[in-house]
């Protein structure tokens, strides 16, 4: 029986797992803290997370029907992410399994992301019976990243972003047009009924040889936009299109690159996970664009896009299964942890 934290930026978040099934993952959310900021505070996030970790994990045991003494082992996000909201949940994670004499593994959130498709069903549980070397497009508020994923836990950085990360671009856009924050999750509704073609917008990178992403010329071109037309903003239609037109050159370049490099490698098969990938025109261009190409593709489920502690115990079990000695418990957090 595994407990996991994850308290990497803005979500607070506790698991349990055991033998590959998810038997509690509660999820706390301060969307609402930061709107008024228009951004993650750091400071505000690690506070948040002080506050609320012991409960979130209180409610995730009781979920379970688990007694903490029942407990096997412990993990936690050691990196990337926040320092000060990194450090809450590795340090808990630590003390926990100090008490408990039990063993304890840092993960890497990225790697865990690239879990996160393959829990599915409820109540959810782990399925890697599909599992075949593939392309795994992370794609959230904080990183952009496309990866070949070679085995369970072997993996290779193909590109990430040199910038902006996507969802990052959505909500500096959608505040560019008065949305509040975060912005995504606005402008896809909005998009539903805006013409993708009104207005064109840059697609970043899109054609160079590389799996790289840049997405802050985007955001910089639809400012000056703006800026020359500002009467768009008083046009509920034309902020449909806008938000709709910004979001395809988005998508498109996420789409184009994911499946470039699906196909360069010889690969038969693309997952997707992270925050955006709960955005509609994603999930439809991106499902289009794997059946042109015979590739199978594999969504996170929309509970499990965005950041949450399931996803962390899952890749946890598996690694301490491989290594029982887990992580120092004295182990410190990796705020700029590379994938390797
Ligand atoms: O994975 P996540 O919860 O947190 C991290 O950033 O790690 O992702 C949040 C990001 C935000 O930028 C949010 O605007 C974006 O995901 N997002 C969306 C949608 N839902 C969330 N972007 C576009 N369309 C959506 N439906
Ligand atoms: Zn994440």
């Known amino acids: 029986m595994l407990l996991a934290f994850e308290t990497s930026c803005d979500e607070t978040s506790a698991a349990l797992i055991h033998a590959g099934r998810v038997l509690g993952n509660v999820v706390s959310s301060q969307v609402k803290l930061h709107a008024e900021y228009g951004g993650v505070v750091p400071e505000l996030a690690a506070r948040e997370h002080l506050r609320n970790l012991m409960p979130v994990c209180r409610k995730a045991l009781s979920q379970a029907g688990v007694k903490a003494e029942r407990l096997d082992a412990v993990a936690a996000t050691q990196g990337p992410g926040l320092p000060s909201a990194l450090m809450v949940g590795l340090k808990a994670g630590q003390a926990v399994a100090f008490a408990l004499r039990r063993p304890f593994i840092g993960i890497h959130h990225h790697e865990a992301h690239l879990y996160s498709p393959w829990?599915?069903?409820?109540?959810?549980?782990?399925?890697?019976?599909?599992?075949?070397p593939h392309v795994a497009l992370i794609a959230s508020g904080g990183h952009t990243l496309l990866v070949h994923v070679k085995g369970e836990t072997r993996h290779h950085l193909l590109g990430s972003t040199l910038d902006d990360a996507a969802g990052e671009c959505f909500d500096k856009v959608g505040k560019l047009m008065g949305l509040p924050y975060p912005a995504g999750p606005e402008m896809d509704r909005l998009a539903q009924s805006g013409n993708p073609a009104a207005y064109r917008f840059p697609r970043p990178m899109l054609d160079e040889p590389n799996d790289d992403f840049s997405f802050s010329g985007l955001k910089t071109s639809v400012r000056y936009f703006l800026r020359d037309h500002p009467v768009l903003l008083?046009?509920?239609?034309?902020?449909?299109?806008?938000?709709?037109?910004?979001?395809?050159?988005?998508?498109?370049?996420?789409?184009?690159?994911a499946v470039r490099a699906a196909r360069r490698l010889g690969l038969a098969c693309v997952t997707a996970s992270g925050g955006v990938t709960c955005n509609h025109e994603l999930r439809t261009q991106l499902a289009a664009a794997c059946q042109q190409e015979h590739l199978a593709l594999r969504f996170a489920e929309k509970g499990l896009c965005t950041d949450n502690a399931a996803m962390i115990g899952i890749l946890a079990e598996r690694k301490l299964a491989a290594n029982p000695g887990g992580t120092s418990l004295d182990a410190d957090i990796l705020p700029s942890w590379e994938l390797q």
């Open 119 to 132: 829990i599915t069903g409820s109540p959810p549980a782990a399925d890697f019976s599909g599992f075949c």
């Open 234 to 257: 008083k046009d509920a239609r034309a902020v449909r299109d806008l938000c709709a037109s910004v979001q395809r050159a988005i998508v498109e370049v996420l789409v184009a690159k």
